[in-house]
């Protein structure tokens, strides 16, 4: 699987777009990047995925750029309840395989009145 | 549609002993993976299932067992517990292995003292 790097953590406020951009490389021809977002002591919820160009669904867009090499999950108008740890995945459009999905350490966002 | 679930959410174990985690897929899903996460090494993957047979296997030493039922429910089982395997263990289901998004539960935190 693809190895990604996405910043540790981020500061927002309410009302503001967040983008959180994330780095993958060696993406393969058949990747798919998937964003997922986990509240503490939850498990992780899927938010969007996507191969190229971009996508948008009433949470969240992200955008890819012709050589996939990385990404940028958008987050319009954030409001305090965002606040979450949000990871990054490359894979096959299932995410798993024969490692399942792998998890980094994920950008843990923190969103301020 | 109800989503993961899991039993027990909490739960208090001293070393040695073993312990049964349960997981009860989105109805119509068939495979069932688990996911160890702890502070220090965040999310890792410990075995997926489907169609009752185990499918992949994580890094995992032969403690962590599991297994699914026909009706797509699966139990895991950590035997001679060790102060490291406390941590939040989750469940995520998805339609079968070959696709689909992965829908986690919300999880069983296990306390090994």
């Known amino acids: 699987l693809a190895k990604t790097t996405q910043p540790i953590s981020m500061d927002s406020y309410e009302g503001q777009e967040v983008n959180i951009t994330c780095s993958h490389n060696n993406i393969a021809t058949n990747d798919y990047i998937t964003w997922y977002q986990q509240f503490p002591s939850q498990g992780p919820r899927f938010i969007i995925q996507?191969?190229?160009t971009k996508v948008t669904n009433e949470v969240a867009s992200l955008f890819i750029p012709a050589d996939r090499k990385s990404s940028t999950l958008s987050l319009p108008r954030v409001s305090l309840s965002d606040t979450a740890v949000y990871y990054c995945?490359?894979?096959?459009?299932?995410?798993?395989?024969?490692?399942?999905?792998?998890f980094g350490k994920g950008t843990h966002l923190i969103i301020q009145p | 549609k109800a989503g993961v679930t899991q039993t027990p959410r909490y739960l208090i174990k001293t070393r040695g002993q073993q312990v049964t985690l349960s997981c009860s897929p989105i109805?119509?899903?068939?495979?069932v993976s688990w996911y160890q996460q702890t502070p220090g090494q965040g999310l890792q993957f410990l075995f997926e299932?489907?169609?009752?047979?185990?499918?992949n296997k994580g890094n995992f030493p032969g403690r962590f067992s599991g297994r699914q039922f026909s009706n797509s429910r699966s139990e895991m089982n950590v035997s001679t517990l060790e102060l490291g395997d406390s941590a939040l263990y989750l469940c995520?289901?998805?339609?079968?292995?070959?696709?689909?998004?992965?829908?986690f539960g919300p999880g069983t935190r296990l306390t090994v003292l």
């Open positions: 109805s119509g899903h068939r495979s």
């Open positions: 996507g191969y190229k």
């Open positions: 995945l490359v894979g096959e459009e299932s995410g798993g395989g024969a490692d399942g999905l792998t």
């Open positions: 995520a289901s998805s339609l079968s292995i070959t696709s689909g998004t992965q829908y």
């Open positions: 299932y489907f169609s009752e047979t185990q499918r």
